[in-house]
Antibody, heavy 112, light 106 residues
Framework: EVQLVETGGGLIQPGGSLRLSCAAS????????MSWVRQAPGKGLEWVSF???????SYADSVKGRFTISRDNSRNTLYLQMNSLRAEDTAVYYC??????WGQGTLVTVSS | DIQMTQSPSSLSASVGDRVTITCQAS??????LNWYQQKPGKVPKLLIY???NLETGVPSRFSGSGSGTDFTFTISSLQPEDIATYYC????????FGGGTKVEIK
C-alpha cells in the first residue's frame, strides 16, 4: 500500500528556514516522479516543485531560489528545504506521487 | 507558464442536477489534464486523469472530456456527498491548478 507521511511543519519567523520530510512506503521514491503542492488557508491548490526519477527538478516562480527539493534514497524520503520564508508561504504542504497519491499534509505558518 | 481558467468559481445545484465545470488552458495541453475533488479538511482526491479517464473506484456519474485548450468536468446527477471543491490540473508544462469550483447543494 502506498503511503506518504509529511513531517517538519510548524511556526517559523519570516526569513527563517524549515525542512519538510515526506516518508514514503509501498514504493520507491527514487523511481518515481514526486511533487510538493501547497494550499494557503482558505485558498486553492498551488504546485510548488517536482523531482523526476532522473533527479531533474522544477520549481514554481514563487519559490524559485528559496526552496530546494531533494530525496534520500536510503531513507526512501522526499524533502523540501525552505529558506527565506515569507508570510505568503503559510500553507499546508502536501507531498504527492502524482497523480493519485497524496500525503495528509503538514502546516507551515510563517509569522512573527 | 500555462494558465488554467476554471469556471464557475462556485455553483449551487439541487440533488439530481447535472453539474458542469469548465477549464480553459492558455495554450494547447493535449489531454494532460486531471480533475480532483477536495472535501473540507481533506486531501485532494483524483477523479479523472488524462482528461477523460475515470479513476478506479470513482462513481460513474463523474466524467471528463476535452483536449487541447478546453475541458469539461461533469457530474451527471449531483449527490449530497459530492459537496466539495473541484480543481483541474494541467501537467503538460510544469504543473498548474485551476482556481477551483466550490459545489454546494441548493
Amino acid at each position: 500500500e502506498v503511503q506518504l507521511v509529511e513531517t517538519g511543519g510548524g511556526l517559523i519567523q519570516p526569513g527563517g528556514s524549515l525542512r519538510l520530510s515526506c516518508a514514503a512506503s509501498g514504493f520507491t521514491v527514487s523511481s518515481n516522479y514526486m511533487s510538493w503542492v501547497r494550499q494557503a488557508p482558505g485558498k486553492g491548490l498551488e504546485w510548488v516543485s517536482f523531482i523526476f526519477s532522473d533527479g531533474s527538478t522544477s520549481y514554481a516562480d514563487s519559490v524559485k531560489g528559496r526552496f530546494t527539493i531533494s530525496r534520500d534514497n536510503s531513507r526512501n524520503t522526499l524533502y523540501l528545504q525552505m529558506n527565506s520564508l515569507r508570510a505568503e508561504d503559510t500553507a499546508v504542504y502536501y507531498c504527492a506521487r502524482p497523480p493519485r497519491y497524496w500525503g495528509q499534509g503538514t502546516l507551515v505558518t510563517v509569522s512573527s | 507558464d500555462i494558465q488554467m481558467t476554471q469556471s464557475p468559481s462556485s455553483l449551487s445545484a439541487s440533488v439530481g442536477d447535472r453539474v458542469t465545470i469548465t477549464c480553459q488552458a492558455s495554450q494547447d495541453i493535449s489531454n494532460y489534464l486531471n480533475w480532483y475533488q477536495q472535501k473540507p479538511g481533506k486531501v485532494p482526491k483524483l477523479l479523472i486523469y488524462d482528461a477523460s479517464n475515470l479513476e478506479t473506484g470513482v462513481p460513474s456519474r463523474f466524467s471528463g472530456s476535452g483536449s487541447g485548450t478546453d475541458f469539461t468536468f461533469t457530474i451527471s446527477s449531483l449527490q449530497p456527498e459530492d459537496i466539495a471543491t473541484y480543481y483541474c490540473q494541467q501537467y503538460d508544462n510544469l504543473v498548474t491548478f485551476g482556481g477551483g469550483t466550490k459545489v454546494e447543494i441548493k
